[in-house]
Antibody
Framework: QLQVRQSGPGLVRPSETLSLTCTVS??????????WAWIRQPPGKGLEWIGS???????YYNPSLKSRLTISVDTSKKQFSLNLKFVTAADTAVYYC?????????????WGQGTLVTVS | QSVLTQPPSASGTPGQSVTISCSGS????????VNWYQQLPGTAPKLLIY???QRPSGVPDRFSGSKSGTSASLAISGLLSEDEADYYC???????????FGVGTKVTVL
């Protein structure tokens, strides 16, 4: 059964870059049926889609984050990564990675366990 | 503030039914399918319903989804204590050019 698991530092200083990696296991990252996505959830708040990457490297981003955001994929390592520049306290959140199935409205399943990233 | 509107809370006693609404517009629910996610306390969200009304393998048939016009609904029948969770609707928004989530509805089993 496919699993995704994110990793990276839990503390980032303001104005620096938040970097997280998601590792895919139990399945292929190089499928035409899926994107690979990042989603975040500020403490006590709702979910916000950050952006997604295809195995070819093609991406699409949340317009509100696009200027600070880079999402990339390394198929040889079965990993995809998130880099968010110039972070502020507003970027403090639990960050999830997930597989995104291509459909009428793409859905996210499964999700990683989440990583709390604090900007301070 | 989300473009998809959900009630902040809903509740019921064990065995009862609960329905959660998700209201959007022509640029999201009106023209795209809706997905629903369940987030149990302290855990990652889990896909509950996709393409408006489809259940992934392993999701009990007590959960059902529907869509009409610019609104969608998630119904939970035969409420169990284990259904206490936050529920989020989600859709693609053609105007915002991105995935959008509702603010979430907290379901309490009394």
């Amino acid at each position: 059964q496919l699993q995704v698991r994110q990793s990276g530092p839990g503390l980032v200083r303001p104005s620096e870059t938040l970097s997280l990696t998601c590792t895919v296991s139990g399945g292929s990252i190089s499928s035409r049926s899926y994107y690979w996505a990042w989603i975040r959830q500020p403490p006590g708040k709702g979910l916000e889609w950050i952006g997604s990457v295809f195995y070819s490297g093609s991406t699409y981003y949340n317009p509100s984050l696009k200027s600070r955001l880079t999402i990339s994929v390394d198929t040889s390592k079965k990993q995809f990564s998130l880099n968010l520049k110039f972070v502020t306290a507003a970027d403090t959140a639990v960050y999830y990675c997930a597989r995104e199935t291509v459909s009428a409205t793409n859905w996210f399943d499964p999700w990683g366990q989440g990583t709390l990233v604090t900007v301070s | 503030q989300s473009v998809l509107t959900q009630p902040p809370s809903a509740s019921g006693t064990p065995g009862q039914s609960v329905t959660i609404s998700c209201s959007g517009s022509s640029s999201n629910i009106g023209s795209n399918s809706v997905n629903w996610y369940q987030q149990l306390p302290g855990t990652a969200p889990k896909l509950l319903i996709y393409n408006n009304s489809q259940r992934p393998s392993g999701v009990p048939d007590r959960f059902s989804g529907s869509k009409s016009g610019t609104s969608a609904s998630l119904a939970i029948s035969g409420l169990l204590s284990e259904d206490e969770a936050d529920y989020y609707c989600a859709a693609w928004d053609d105007s915002l050019n991105g995935h959008v989530f509702g603010v979430g509805t907290k379901v309490t089993v009394l």
